[in-house]
């Protein structure tokens, strides 16, 4: 095998099959990425056998064949070249990295013990906007957990309902529900977030087909392929968690809540809560630390309701203000016991429903 790209380009199709090669994998195969040259396209591919990413770039092709390379170690080869055209080449259990003068000779991993990665893609297909999906996706995974001993919740629930698609995440603490109306699908997936947070860094936000099969999902577009393994589990009963009504409704600006919180957390730590009186008026936010001391603030805001208070996770609730578009949250709420309701006032199909602190 024997090419040569542009430095930039290549950087950038290594990095990203690269970011599915698990960093803990006990297969030392797993630490590489397969590059596969055919008619002047290369083709990149990483796994971890959970995630795999592959990639694409149109090369000048010397010389067709195959090779595995470690992935950080080439990425960071080629970056580190100077700017301008790059030649990778793999002969007798080498492969030589060069560019304008510095050589790189790493030594060619077996190319046979590499898994046999599928070009099938199983399931139902979707069309999507991958930036319309990128940034919802985003949205709801602020909730979901990074507890590996409870999977189930680490993922993304893909639903189909009447109106498009519902994107789901759960950590039990908060609950995020995202709709893409117009973006129909039938049943239900598991997919998990830590390979969802990848897509924009490995395939790109353009034009992207979705295929939800039994065993994988997988997300396509011109830039290449994610396919993820879905979590074989049942995901909790959401939709009992979402109340038909709240009496209590407070509209504020998002980035005047948003920085008050933030003030708020310096006092605060993990286990102590922002408490949010709520009032004719808007809302007073308040934090107290005994052995530091306290903050306190009074935000406007339109509010209708009873007057109470009700005291959250200062990072959750600065998770869920963050995810909600536009300038305006909306926190409804029932009474200091039960979860509270962060929305957008433009109402985007983002939903965030965040469980309080008992005072």
Known sequence: MRIRAERDDLADVLARAGRAVGTRSPLPILQGILCEVTAN??????????????????????EEGRTVVPAKLAAEAVRKLPAGAVSISAKDGQVEITGNGPKFTLREMTVDDFPTISDDISGETVAVDGDQLIQA???????ASSDEARPTLTGVLFEGEESGLRLVATDSYRLAVRDLEGVMTTGSRLVPYRALRELARTVGDGKMTVALGERDASFVTDRGRMTARIID???????????????????????ALLEAVGRAA???EDH??????????GVELSVVRQEVGEETEHLEGNYTGEEFTIAFNTRYLADGITAVGGDTVVLETIDPLRPGLITGINNDGFRYLLMPVRL
């Open 41 to 62: 396209r290369l083709q990149v591919t990483g796994t971890d056998n959970d995630v795999t990413v592959r990639t694409y770039l149109d090369v000048e092709a010397m």
């Open 137 to 143: 996706l985003a949205q709801v995974g602020v909730a």
């Open 272 to 281: 102590i809560p922002v408490r949010l009186s709520l009032h004719e008026g």
């Open 233 to 255: 589990a049942t995901f909790p009963n959401y939709r009992q968690l979402l109340p038909d009504e709240h009496p209590s409704r407070l509209e504020v600006d998002k980035d």
């Open 266 to 268: 310096l006092v605060a």
